[in-house]
């Protein structure tokens, strides 16, 4: 049976590599994911008797692997980049977010951190009535690696399921009736130090944009987040039925038409009256989107913004073809709206 993997799941290949996948559609021969952890003498985590390092930076990562782990970087033709991506030969165990919720509800005495995890989880399905086989525990927790500092990452299956539970979220944050709250002015300038390492935002219109999320916070004093995904039911994209041709670099205005799938990983922003600022100039440029969570909830319908991104073709199954300004891959990419 071929191996099935999505975002939120992890990879541990061969090696003790440990990768965090990207998206719902992969080539045959490999799915795309990213490093996260390798194993390091001087790291400060533990799993198994061995040492592992976080790595944070996509440019940190894919350093790493091109020095001395080559294979996990290759040229995807319908992607129309090079990537990172785990062979499925090399695949030797794949960590499910769901697997995570059953296991720690069933052990006998989770530390301090995975019971946090299991308590929002619980809170969760009983201000959303999403049954917890829809849920799951991603990020450190999922594989082992977590320490006491560490986020608490929820992943969402199913479209209905995560209108649910952001709902819940929006309505708990804003009565207060639980442990989870929206993110101080401190802890924003906490979370803006950090973001800035790789991601280039006035911090004004960090602040503004960030405040007012629901799909992250603080549950008692740890910070989470909260991944909304399409089940595998709702994802109607296979592999090639779409090429992505790299067109470009550009700095547009425009308005939201459409945010429904703000939410959602990837996120998507539909726009209307483009006004290209800087850069490859192409038409019809539609979309906004990104595989990154910071760029979920980043604009609401009807509101004006200011977007920097790499410019792609889309060709479609049918021929059709239209551009869309993708974000996340390089540190000049940010998205500012200006709220009504």
């Given at each position: 049976?071929?191996?099935?993997?999505?975002?939120?799941?992890?990879?541990?290949?061969?090696?003790?590599l440990?990768?965090?996948?990207?998206?719902?559609?992969h080539?045959?021969?490999?799915?795309?994911?990213?490093?996260?952890?390798?194993?390091?003498?001087?790291?400060?985590?533990?799993?198994n008797?061995?040492?592992y390092?976080?790595?944070?930076?996509?440019?940190?990562?894919?350093k790493?692997?091109?020095?001395r782990?080559?294979?996990?970087?290759y040229?995807?033709?319908?992607?129309?980049?090079?990537?990172?991506?785990?062979?499925?030969?090399?695949?030797?165990?794949?960590?499910?977010p769901?697997?995570?919720?059953?296991?720690?509800?069933?052990?006998?005495?989770?530390?301090?951190?995975?019971?946090?995890?299991?308590e929002?989880?619980?809170?969760l399905?009983?201000?959303?009535?999403?049954?917890?086989?829809?849920?799951?525990?991603?990020?450190?927790i999922?594989?082992?690696?977590?320490?006491?500092?560490s986020?608490?990452?929820?992943i969402?299956?199913?479209?209905?399921?995560?209108?649910?539970?952001y709902?819940?979220?929006?309505s708990?944050?804003?009565?207060?009736?639980t442990?989870?709250r929206?993110?101080?002015?401190?802890?924003?300038?906490?979370?803006?130090?950090?973001?800035?390492?790789?991601?280039?935002?006035?911090?004004?219109?960090?602040m503004?944009v960030?405040?007012?999320?629901s799909?992250?916070?603080?549950?008692?004093?740890?910070d989470?987040?909260v991944?909304?995904?399409?089940?595998?039911?709702?994802v109607?994209e296979?592999?090639?039925d779409?090429?992505?041709?790299?067109?470009?670099?550009a700095?547009?205005?425009?308005?939201?038409?459409?945010d429904?799938?703000?939410?959602?990983?990837?996120?998507?922003?539909?726009i209307?009256?483009?006004?290209?600022?800087?850069?490859?100039?192409?038409?019809?440029?539609?979309?906004?989107?990104?595989?990154?969570?910071?760029?979920?909830?980043?604009?609401?319908?009807?509101?004006?913004?200011?977007?920097?991104?790499?410019v792609?073709?889309?060709?479609?199954?049918?021929?059709?073809?239209?551009?869309?300004?993708?974000?996340?891959?390089?540190f000049t990419?940010?998205?500012?709206?200006?709220?009504?």
């Amino acid at each position: 049976m071929a191996i099935k993997a999505r975002e939120g799941d992890f990879i541990e290949t061969l090696e003790g590599l440990i990768f965090d996948v990207k998206g719902m559609v992969h080539p045959p021969d490999r799915i795309i994911a990213y490093l996260r952890y390798l194993i390091d003498p001087r790291g400060e985590r533990w799993k198994n008797g061995r040492r592992y390092t976080k790595v944070y930076s996509l440019h940190e990562r894919e350093k790493i692997l091109k020095r001395r782990y080559p294979q996990y970087v290759y040229y995807d033709p319908v992607f129309g980049m090079h990537m990172q991506g785990v062979p499925r030969s090399c695949i030797l165990i794949v960590y499910k977010p769901q697997d995570k919720i059953v296991e720690l509800l069933r052990k006998p005495e989770p530390d301090g951190v995975e019971a946090e995890a299991i308590e929002l989880v619980q809170i969760l399905k009983e201000h959303s009535g999403v049954k917890l086989k829809n849920m799951g525990i991603s990020g450190s927790i999922l594989v082992g690696l977590h320490t006491k500092r560490s986020d608490i990452d929820i992943i969402v299956y199913g479209k209905k399921n995560c209108i649910s539970v952001y709902r819940a979220l929006c309505s708990l944050m804003k009565y207060g009736e639980t442990p989870i709250r929206r993110y101080s002015r401190e802890d924003l300038l906490r979370l803006y130090k950090f973001r800035s390492r790789d991601t280039c935002m006035p911090i004004k219109d960090f602040m503004q944009v960030e405040r007012r999320k629901s799909i992250q916070g603080k549950f008692r004093e740890r910070d989470f987040f909260v991944r909304f995904l399409p089940d595998w039911s709702e994802v109607n994209e296979k592999y090639g039925d779409r090429v992505y041709v790299p067109s470009g670099y550009a700095k547009i205005k425009a308005r939201v038409l459409d945010d429904s799938e703000s939410i959602f990983t990837p996120c998507r922003y539909l726009i209307c009256d483009v006004e290209f600022l800087e850069g490859t100039k192409v038409s019809p440029l539609r979309e906004v989107a990104s595989f990154r969570g910071r760029f979920c909830e980043q604009a609401r319908k009807g509101e004006e913004i200011i977007a920097q991104g790499k410019v792609e073709k889309v060709i479609e199954k049918d021929g059709m073809e239209f551009f869309r300004l993708m974000l996340g891959e390089r540190f000049t990419d940010f998205m500012i709206s200006k709220p009504r």
